[in-house]
């Protein structure tokens, strides 16, 4: 079966309902259209400059290319991870744990899936490595974030109490383990929520997006089980990435606790 | 050459960090120091060094023997810090003393006028006062051989403050080497021969 391709025409129907949001807006006076309109015209932009770009990858082949694509999408997903927190870490010390944290997480999981389950030829294929990376990194950055601002927030809450462990002759690792496990914790619970809720309560994003390109359901769901796997892999990793390297970050060779690598920042 | 005296229990030279320092203090085993001064002049700055707490300068040995040869967390099981308000990790009292040192808490006590009891629980069940005492018996179990109190008795009605320096004089006669940091002028000339006060990140002879 076929995909029934879209004409710009058909796009430009439906961009009516961002018409009549902004409408909305305007006569209930929510403020909210000038937003609209650029979110909705920045969605557009960019969507339409990134299919430009994966025809362009597609169709060049180069593995380098590739990779470098990929690891501009890491780049971002990592400055997501960072930006989250309250909390942020000196020397940009966020960032390279969140970076460092979802190129591990995908890198382990889309090799895994690339040269066992889905198997293309090359296994680095640009048209399915790029897709992959691209819905990991997505999920992975949001779990890696609730890791991270779960840890940075935890040890400021909890100064105290680790402090109180070291004075007494506790290791670094001793005295950060409950918050280590609580922030791990904290990054796994959307992954079970999600995985509980696929197929009752919501149909995923990918599934129903290859359904409505043709494929067969048995087909599709089989892509959306094999994601959920990959997906809960990812987050496990990263989670205990950035919750490892972020407390690698806060301690010294004297097994301090140093606060002062800290800074607080307001909400973003 | 030899060497008939024993070199101090705590050694302290140049002892030094960004916001207070230089110190230089030797305290002797079975003696205690005391420390006053005002709120924010670095008393509890200089405990935190000693303990290797905070990013420090200088030298400090114990018996003799050079911090650095030691590990950072086995330095502070023997030069062990307690802290004014002290941390607490769990929300029950007894995983704080592990093993052995359960039995020892307990024991310990009745002589802090605390009922073996009140070593079970939840530690936001006690009151302040019963919290100090218990971090006070937390430190004592661990069985440190310099032991660096910030405000140990803050928080004790003059009975149990008069509990806590009695159980504190037996284990300096059995050898502990303790550095005070009290407000109280009473307190630091009933438990210490040697005062200092610290003004503005520098030690004084009182």
Redesign the interface.
């Known amino acids: 079966m076929n995909p029934i391709l879209l004409t710009p025409g058909d796009v430009a129907i439906a961009a009516v309902l961002i018409a009549f949001d902004g409408a909305l807006s305007i006569y209930l006076g929510l403020g909210l259209h000038r937003q609209l309109a650029w979110a909705a015209g920045r969605m557009v932009v960019q969507l339409v400059l990134i299919g430009y770009v994966l025809s362009y990858v597609f169709a060049l082949a180069s593995p380098a290319v590739t990779l470098l694509v990929v690891l501009a999408m890491a780049a971002m997903a990592g400055r997501e991870v960072a930006a989250r927190p309250e909390q942020t870490l000196v020397r940009f010390g966020n960032y390279a744990v969140g970076a460092t944290s979802v190129v591990l997480a995908t890198a382990i999981t889309a090799t895994l899936a690339l040269t066992t389950a889905i198997r293309p030829q090359p296994w680095y294929d640009a048209r399915y490595a790029i897709p992959l990376a691209g819905i990991i990194l997505g999920n992975v950055m949001s779990n890696a974030s609730l890791a991270l601002d779960s840890l940075l927030g935890g040890v400021v809450r ?14 670094f690792s001793e ?1 950060m383990l ?1 918050l280590l496990r609580a922030s791990v914790r904290r990054a796994l619970l959307p992954l079970i929520n999600t995985m509980s809720a696929a197929g009752i309560i919501t149909l995923p994003g990918i599934m129903t997006g290859q359904i409505l390109a043709g494929m067969a359901p048995m087909e599709a769901v089989k892509y959306q089980i094999l994601l959920m796997f990959l997906l809960g892999g990812g987050s496990g990793i990263a989670a205990i990435a950035v919750a490892l390297l972020a407390a690698r970050k806060l301690t ?7 606060l002062d690598r800290l800074t607080h920042r307001g909400k973003t | 050459m030899t060497d008939a005296a024993a070199p101090p229990r705590l050694a302290l030279s140049g002892l030094r960090s960004r916001l207070a320092g230089p110190f230089d203090l030797d305290v002797m085993a079975a003696s205690c120091v005391a420390i006053s001064g005002p709120s924010g002049s670095g008393k509890s700055l200089f405990l935190r060094m000693i303990a290797d707490l905070d990013p420090n300068e200088g030298r400090a040995a114990l018996d003799g023997r050079a911090r650095e040869s030691f590990s950072a967390p086995a330095w502070r099981r023997l030069v062990l810090y307690s802290a004014a308000e002290p941390g607490w990790w769990n929300e029950n009292v007894e995983p704080h003393f592990p093993g052995p040192m359960l039995g020892a808490a307990r024991a310990l006590a009745p002589t802090l006028g605390l009922t073996a009891g009140q070593v079970g629980g939840a530690v936001n069940r006690l009151s302040t006062g019963e919290r100090q005492r218990l971090a006070l018996i937390r430190a004592l179990v661990r069985k440190p051989s310099v032991l660096l109190l910030d405000e140990p008795t803050g928080a004790l009605d003059p009975e149990a403050t008069a509990r806590a320096e009695a159980l504190l004089r037996e284990r300096l006669a059995a050898g502990l080497a303790i550095i005070i940091v009290t407000h109280s002028a009473e307190q630091a000339e009933r438990m210490a021969a040697r005062r200092f006060v610290m003004q503005a990140g520098r030690l004084s002879p009182a």
């Not at chain 1, 909890?158 to 290791?171: H, P, R």
């Not at chain 1, 010294?252 to 140093?258: S, Y």
Request: net charge positive; no cysteine.
């Open positions: 909890e100064k105290g109490a680790i402090e109180a462990q070291l004075a007494l002759g506790a290791t005295a409950p010294d060779r004297r097994a301090r606790l140093r």
